[in-house]
Structure formats: structure tokens, C-alpha cells
């Protein structure tokens, strides 16, 4: 429901609703957890629709200072590497604190996940929790700060 990002409609009165629930949940969060595919070497349109309007107004958008975990997964060995590289820019230009050991790749998860769901998937499970750890972690440290 959240429109492509437009400078024309970031104005007061005039922010679509969807966008703006997004930001106020931002803004709520104590961290940012964000999982993203891999569609042609890059992150996903609607992924990046959303970075950007949690970035904004720029310098004090939503993002800045929240800590943020990026995972990444994908069909290819790459383990959507490119994806998560993009999007950790895109959080560092945004104003986000990328929590750099909170993060995880999954390659091949076609045939990693194909005969049994991820939640049968130890080592998976394991990398999750460690990554939501880290997060939280950073989160607390932030808020006790």
C-alpha cells in the first residue's frame, strides 16, 4: 500500500497513510531487522521504496541512529550478497547504524529449504537467533545509553 517514494507528496498533510504508519513504527522501534531477496543482482524495489521513506526528512527520518540488522537470502550460492550490500548502503546514507555482526546470508535456499520448511533448519535457526541477538544487543545498548 505504500506509494513509490515522491518528494511532491513528503509533504505535511499530505504524507499517504501507509507511509506514515511505516515511519511512526520506525520511529517506535528500538532496532531495525530487515530481510531482503536477491532480483537481479540487487535488492528489491520494495525494500528500497521503504528505506527511503523511513530516511526521510533527510537527516532526521525515522532510520537515523536505529541499529540495523540486514539478512539476506537467495536461490544462488551468492547468497544474495549483492542484495544485502545494497541495502546496507542504503541504510548507511539513510542514517541507520548498520549492526554489522547481526547480519546473515542463505544461499541456495531453493534446495536448502525445498524438502523441509527452515524452521527444521538448526544451523538456519541458530544464524537467526544470533543475528536477532545482536540486534537486540545493540538496541539495548543504544537505549541505556
Known sequence: EIP???????VEGAVPAPAQRLRDAVADADGVLLVTPEYNGTLSAVLKNAIDWISRPYGAGALKGKPVA???ASISPNAA???????????GIAGGTVVEAAHAH???IGERFGAAHPRE?????????ASVHELAEAARKLVSA
Open 121 to 129: 533448519d538448526a544451523e538456519a535457526l541458530t544464524e537467526l537467533g
Open 81 to 91: 550478497r549483492w542484495a544485502h550490500g545494497d541495502a546496507v548502503k542504503a541504510v
Open 70 to 72: 540486514v539478512l539476506s
Open 4 to 10: 513509490f517514494y515522491n518528494e511532491d507528496i513528503d
Open 106 to 108: 542463505f544461499g541456495t
